[in-house]
């Protein structure tokens, strides 16, 4: 079945350093790839996305490509903030037997210094 | 920009009792969608829905939970005699079509305390 798996957190990181998120998935077809983020107390916000392979997704400075040679979608950022806190879900959208459903990695939280 | 509302907020229900939670999905949006999250774990699927009726459920959506769209605007949970392990937070989502690259919008979410 359809998976996706990404790195445990927690990632804590100085203000203005490069961040790497990594998240590799398991499915048949081609599936659409996602990431999610989630600010304290708040519901999922999509951050970016990516539908086919070789696709970028990029929002507010994040991006992540779609690679389906090696089954990833790392998020990267050059230079966090501290109001990046919070916590990061790799996601991706595939047709199951009854439709289309998103699939959620178990999210990294991210704690960003000043 | 329109969004998915979700109310209550915050639900604390005594454990046997049922509850309801609602959801407004997006007003032209065809595809809705239930979602659940432990405190501190993944956000899993529950139950997506179209055309009046359940198109998949997963293994967490037993007997004890529905769903139902009773007018134009509405999705609803409901489980009907509720266990302490059903406190989570309960995420509503929606979109617009049936198919994979439609990333589905989110509800804040109410978190469902059970006592």
């Known amino acids: 079945g359809n998976s996706v798996t990404q790195m445990e957190g927690p990632v804590t990181l100085s203000e203005e350093a490069f961040l790497t998120i990594n998240c590799t998935y398991t499915a048949t077809g081609y599936p659409s790839l996602f990431w999610y983020v989630q600010y304290p107390g708040e519901g999922l916000q999509l951050l970016l996305k990516?539908?086919?392979?070789?696709d970028k997704g990029s929002n507010k400075g994040f991006e992540a490509t779609y690679r389906k040679e090696t089954t990833s979608f790392h998020l990267e950022k050059g230079s966090v903030q501290v109001s990046d806190s919070a916590v990061y879900f790799c996601?991706?959208?595939?047709?199951?037997?009854?439709?289309?459903?998103?699939?959620f990695g178990a999210g990294t939280r991210l704690f960003v210094k000043a | 920009e329109p969004e998915v509302t979700q109310t209550p907020s915050h639900q604390v229900t005594q454990m046997g009792q049922e509850v309801i939670l609602r959801c407004v999905p997006i007003s032209n949006h065809l595809y809705f969608y239930w979602y659940r999250q432990i405190l501190g774990q993944k956000v899993e699927f529950l139950v997506s829905?179209?055309?009046?009726?359940?198109?998949?459920k997963s293994e967490i959506f037993d007997d004890q939970f529905s769903v139902e769209r009773p007018d134009g605007s509405n999705f609803t949970l409901k489980i009907r005699s509720t266990k302490l392990e059903d406190s989570a937070m309960y995420f509503c989502?929606?979109?617009?079509?049936?198919?994979?690259?439609?990333?589905?919008?989110f509800g804040d979410g109410t978190r469902l305390s059970i006592l």
């Open positions: 989502a929606s979109t617009s079509g049936g198919t994979s690259n439609q990333p589905q919008h």
């Open positions: 996601a991706l959208s595939g047709r199951n037997t009854g439709g289309f459903k998103t699939i």
């Open positions: 829905f179209y055309n009046n009726e359940i198109s998949e």
């Open positions: 990516a539908t086919k392979a070789d």
